[in-house]
Structure formats: C-alpha cells, structure tokens
C-alpha cells in the first residue's frame, strides 16, 4: 500500500508569514498534484509535478517536487485570509494506473 | 472550462432508505471516481469507471454500487443507508490522454446525513 504522509495536519498562522507544507513517501511517483479545498466544496487541482527536482511557482505558491520524485513542498509566502484551506497533495503511479494516492491534507489557518 | 457537477449539495435520509448520487461532468474523462472524505481519514475511494459500463472497487466498496450507462454521468447508489454513511462525498473525472497525468477534477461534493 502507498501512502503520502502530509505534515503538518494542522496550520493556523498570522497574516503575513510564511509556511511549508511536506508530502513524504517511501514510494516514487510518476507525477505529484497539489489541491486546495475550501470547506464545503470539492479540491481545486494548483499544480501537477512532473519532473523530479522541479519548481513550480503560482503567485506566492512555490512547489517543489523532490529529486527522486518521493517527495513534494508547498510554501507560501506572505499567507493571506484567502490561503485558508485544506492543502492535498496527491501521487500519480503512470501508465496504466487510473487512481491516485492521496494525502490526508493540512488544514491552513491564515488569520487576519 | 472544466466542470464536474454533482446533483444535490445536501442530502438528508433516513436509515434504510435507497440514496441515488449523481455526478455529470462536461470534459469527455474517460475516467470517474466516487470518495468519500471524513475528518481524520481523508479522502477514501469507493468505485471508479474507466469507460462506459466499466466498473471497479476502491477502498471501501461495501454498501455501495455505481452505475456508469453514459460517459458523462458516474451515479453512486447506497442500496440500504446506514448512519455510518453519513459523509461528504466527492465525485471526480480525469481523462486518460497522453498529455495528461491523471489529474483529477472534482466536484463540489455532496453532504450526506443518515438519520
């Protein structure tokens, strides 16, 4: 069985700081998404990673897929109210494979 | 834009009853999957379809079935329903194309409470 470890499960930080959200695996995956969900409605896909190693940057959203594709970084800079949310990241195994494995989230807190 | 619509946002039943959810979505996915999301347990696959009248089980198939007779509509069907399926579920499609890396798109989910 596969799992994504997300840490940490809980967030509640200041307007204004930065943070770092991990996703950690034993296991290598093809390809690594990012999704935040908002309460009461479905994640929204941020990002897919590909490449191990690779940086992605959305505004003040820097993601980094690890170098032998087991692990993933979300940080944010400068976290505003609107960054509130349920953060998952969520692997992909390749061709042939239809499911992803997903991460149980961290839960972001921005307070104004 | 892509859009996975699900047919209720709330749903309360009472214990037994038969619970048909629906999901549409607008993308020609070859792929959809029902979850269902629980604090502490995240999200927990129940079935997935990779083409019309195709079927597979996830996680926790029990108590559940699904329906898939058009490409565009994935239904999850709770036969009997319990309170222990009382959850929110999720329904998402992905399609199966070379540029793609199985990146899922969901719905808006539907909160269901058994009584």
């Known amino acids: 069985t596969q799992l994504l470890e997300q840490s940490p499960q809980f967030l509640s930080i200041q307007e204004g700081e930065n943070l770092t959200v991990y996703c950690n695996s034993s296991s290598v995956f093809s390809s690594l998404q990012w999704y935040r969900q908002e309460p009461g409605e479905g994640p929204v896909l941020l990002v897919t990673v590909v490449t191990g190693g690779e940086v992605k940057k959305l505004k003040r959203l820097t993601f980094q897929f690890g170098d032998a594709r087991k692990d993933s970084s979300l940080h944010i800079t400068a976290a505003q109210p609107g960054d509130t949310g349920l953060y998952l990241c969520a692997g992909a195994q390749g061709a042939g494979s239809y499911q992803l494995t997903f991460g149980k989230g961290t839960k972001l807190s921005v307070i104004p | 834009d892509v859009k996975v619509t699900q047919s209720s946002r709330y749903l309360v039943k009472r214990t037994g009853e038969k619970v048909f959810l629906e999901c549409v979505q607008d993308?020609?996915?070859?792929?959809m999957f029902w979850y269902r999301q629980d604090p502490g347990l995240g999200l927990r696959l129940i079935y997935f379809s990779y083409d019309v009248k195709m079927k597979e089980k996830g996680d926790i198939p029990e108590g559940y079935s699904v329906s898939r007779e058009k490409k565009e509509r994935f239904s999850l069907i709770l036969e009997s329903a319990s309170t222990n399926q009382t959850s929110m579920y999720l329904c998402?499609?992905?399609?199966?194309?070379?540029?793609?890396?199985?990146?899922?798109?969901f719905g808006p989910g539907t909160r269901l409470t058994v009584l």
């Open positions: 993308m020609d996915h070859e792929n």
């Open positions: 998402a499609s992905s399609s199966e194309g070379l540029s793609s890396y199985n990146e899922q798109f």
